[in-house]
T-cell receptor, first 114, second 116 residues
Framework: DTGVSQDPRHKITKRGQNVTFRCDPISEHNRLYWYRQTLGQGPEFLTYFQNEAQLEKSRLLSDRFSAERPKGSFSTLEIQRTEQGDSAMYLC????????????FGQGTRLTVV | AQSVSQHNHHVILSEAASLELGCNYSYGGTVNLFWYVQYPGQHLQLLLKYFSGDPLVKGIKGFEAEFIKSKFSFNLRKPSVQWSDTAEYFCAVNALVGDYGQNFVFGPGTRLSVLP
């Protein structure tokens, strides 16, 4: 299966630590999206890339969050100085083209900040 | 900015009952519309999509949805639900702004519980 892959699947960290998540999109998908999902809520947009360019970042996103997609393939999402409110499922999705298109989601990385 | 609302937070049905989940979006321009499903412990999966053409679209597992542009709605239907349809359902919109597709905006979700 060559779907969207996320690593790690689970991460437990102490408050104040930095964490980094990785997403490998479906091969040849030029768009990559990051979302955050908390229990009972829909996915909340964080940021997205077209190839290596970061096209949009949510205004709700703290400066502690940063994402990269250096070669237009995999992407990393880093959270600095984690807070308990950062506990959530972090989802990555990719799509083949800008529009019209559908997004394919990975299994997500569940972050627990203690 | 686009937004999506879903009419019901939690729907409980018995097997063989008919299902309709409401979805409304706010954006006056060109949009693609989607329903995604999330089964317990699994990732989001595409149920069906609307790009253009026939406003009645059919998806997997007997689901269908109707796009009514004048009402900014994209309601999901299934004539007879099964216990295996128990899941969380998310409506999503992807807008075209200029020549660029934007990010996907999701609704808050509707939890469907089907009683055997």
């Amino acid at each position: 299966d060559t779907g969207v892959s996320q690593d790690p699947r689970h991460k437990i960290t102490k408050r104040g630590q930095n964490v980094t998540f990785r997403c490998d999109p479906i091969s040849e998908h030029n768009r990559l999206y990051w979302y955050r999902q908390t229990l009972g809520q829909g996915p909340e947009f964080l940021t997205y890339f077209q190839n290596e360019a970061q096209l949009e970042k949510s205004r709700l996103l703290s400066d502690r969050f940063s994402a990269e997609r250096p070669k237009g393939s995999f992407s990393t999402l880093e959270i600095q100085r984690t807070e308990q409110g950062d506990s959530a499922m972090y989802l990555c999705a990719s799509s083949f083209r800008p529009y019209p298109t559908e997004a394919f989601f990975g299994q997500g990385t569940r972050l627990t900040v203690v | 900015a686009q937004s999506v609302s879903q009419h019901n937070h939690h729907v409980i049905l018995s097997e063989a009952a008919s299902l309709e989940l409401g979805c409304n979006y706010s954006y006056g321009g060109t949009v693609n519309l989607f329903w995604y499903v999330q089964y317990p412990g699994q990732h989001l999966q595409l149920l069906l999509k609307y790009f253009s053409g026939d406003p009645l679209v059919k998806g997997i597992k007997g689901f269908e949805a109707e796009f009514i542009k004048s009402k900014f709605s994209f309601n999901l239907r299934k004539p007879s639900v099964q216990w295996s349809d128990t899941a969380e359902y998310f409506c999503a919109v992807n807008a075209l702004v200029g020549d660029y597709g934007q990010n996907f905006v999701f609704g808050p979700g509707t939890r469907l519980s089907v009683l055997p």
